[in-house]
Nanobody, 121 residues
């Protein structure tokens, strides 16, 4: 069974930076889109940033200019560099990937368990 494993969450002061990383735990055939979503207490899960296999990206308006998503296709990893963090960025961040486990399977949507990011002084 493939799982997405996240790392890099924690507590940071406003204006600080954090870096989140994610990679699948098992072997896979290919990954199409990879991205990060977040869910703050009492709110719905929302897209933060997404990157396609060709490198095209899209970001939530609230993080444009502060967050950067990147991926290493050779290592099947996705990274979210978060700068100038604000208290409103506090949330559980979830890694997401659309991937194929084998060449003969259809793409499936996979989620990590989430990593908590807390921005507070």
């Amino acid at each position: 069974q493939v799982q997405l494993v996240e790392s890099g969450g924690g507590l940071v002061q406003p204006g600080g930076s954090l870096r989140l990383s994610c990679a699948p735990s098992g072997s896979i055939f290919s990954i199409n889109a990879m991205g990060w979503y977040r869910q703050a207490p009492g709110k719905q899960r929302e897209l933060v940033a997404r990157i396609m296999s060709g490198g095209s990206t899209n970001y939530a308006d609230s993080v444009k200019g502060r967050f950067t998503i990147s991926r290493d296709n050779a290592k099947n990893t996705v990274t979210l560099q978060m700068n100038s963090l604000k208290p409103e960025d506090t949330a559980v961040y979830y890694c997401n990937a659309e991937l194929r486990r084998y060449a003969y399977t259809n793409p499936g949507n996979y989620w990590g368990k989430g990593t908590l990011v807390t921005v507070s002084s």
